[in-house]
């Protein structure tokens, strides 16, 4: 069911620029707030004006993890996020491991948005 996750954060993104709502967040259902005291903006405020805000992951594999993400909702992000869904990429990582996090994270890469060596790239798959 991973990529239900880009189905659902497409249509949050397009109802939240319809209502004017600044962003989008996703949490995965096994995700922890650890410290509830921390404003949400204080991390929008880190991102520094960016567009999407992505945990980080500690495995040689994926350097980010999909399961924590603040997307502002702009264009930008909704067409990073359609790209992921209908562009040939998706259809590359559909049964690769991690799923859509290899999807975004090569779409990212191709954009000039991340940098990654290729050798992590590789371990993730052929593009």
Not at 5 to 25: D, G, N, T
């Amino acid at each position: 069911l991973p990529w239900y996750k880009v189905v659902s954060i497409r249509k949050a993104l397009e109802r939240a620029r319809a209502q004017s709502y600044s962003h989008v967040v996703w949490l995965d259902a096994d995700a922890a707030v650890v410290d509830q005291e921390r404003p949400f903006q204080d991390m929008i405020a880190r991102g520094e004006g960016r567009d999407l805000i992505i945990g980080e992951d500690r495995i040689a594999e994926c350097f980010f993890n999909c399961g924590v993400m603040i997307i502002r909702a702009t264009r930008w992000s909704e067409d990073l996020f359609r790209m992921v869904w209908v562009g040939n990429v998706s259809r590359r990582y559909h049964c690769k491991p991690y799923y859509e996090q290899s999807s975004l994270l090569r779409l990212l890469v191709a954009q000039g948005e991340v940098d990654a060596p290729e050798e992590r790239l590789e371990r993730l798959g052929d593009p």
